[in-house]
């Protein structure tokens, strides 16, 4: 028996990731805001920082894969949801717990999502593996970087944090796996739900990549003549067994 995951009856399963796709863009455009409050700038940085945050990533991808305008920028809804994040949080100050939960929970969904997505398009396109995970990454977190390098901060996802790239990169290769098997829709979802899975879970267990602990192997002259010299006895040693 052979399960059948293409779902061809799930007609409204674009619109669900679609309506997904805009919450991601307002939470982030939000997000975006809430920085431009910390670092006091006018509503002009609060534009630029919620269109860099909600739309970077997806921008990059497009442009990276040279396959037509940037969708964020021909989509009207793009720009108008990622601009009304920056108003709210502009408007009202986003500290408080419930937000704190919503946006760790959209924030999960719209991850796995958008890293789907992104490596969906580069298959779309005739790309491999690799690079279709590393553009699902790149859709997922590009436009958080971008961010971040633009208030003059290290990106987030460069350590310190718990598990988002890592997240990206297991729901982008989760979709791959299922596009390669013919269940694009299946992928989707499955893609979506593990990348959300596996971020809520970093979070609430405080998982995190080990940090380098500066160190590195060292080794004095001396310390190097003694092995080269060990190694040639070594060698000679065999050719005299093997000879005798």
């Not at 961010?147 to 982008?172: C, E, H, K, M, W």
């Not at 299946?186 to 970093?202: D, S």
Request: aromatic share 8%; charged share 15%; proline share 3%.
């Amino acid at each position: 028996m052979v399960l059948d995951l293409a779902l061809p009856d799930l007609p409204r399963l674009g619109d669900l990731f679609r309506v997904l796709d805009l919450v991601g863009v307002f939470v982030n455009g939000a997000l975006g805001g809430i920085i431009a409050r910390r670092k006091r700038f006018d509503i002009v940085g609060f534009g630029i920082l919620a269109i860099v945050s909600a739309l970077g990533g997806g921008m990059l991808r497009d442009t990276l894969l040279q396959a037509g305008t940037p969708v964020a920028l021909t989509d009207p809804f793009y720009l108008g949801t990622a601009l009304a994040g920056a108003v709210v949080a502009y408007l009202v100050r986003l500290d408080n717990r419930w937000w704190s939960r919503t946006f760790i929970v959209a924030d999960a969904l719209v991850l796995g999502c958008w890293a789907a997505t992104g490596a969906g398009k580069a298959l779309s396109v005739g790309l491999g593996l690799t690079p279709a995970i590393l553009l699902g990454v790149i859709t997922a977190v590009g436009g958080g970087m971008i961010r971040d390098i633009s208030v003059g901060q290290v990106p987030a996802v460069f350590g310190g944090n718990t598990l988002y790239a890592t997240a990206a990169i297991a729901a982008a290769a989760v979709m791959v796996a299922f596009e390669r098997a013919g269940y694009f829709d299946a992928g989707m979802l499955v893609a979506t739900v593990v990348g959300a899975g596996l971020c809520i879970l970093a979070r609430w267990r405080n998982w995190r990549l080990p940090q380098h602990g500066d160190w590195s192997i060292t080794m004095s002259s001396s310390q190097l003549r003694k092995l080269v010299k060990f190694r040639g006895k070594g060698e000679d040693g065999s050719a005299e067994q093997q000879s005798a």
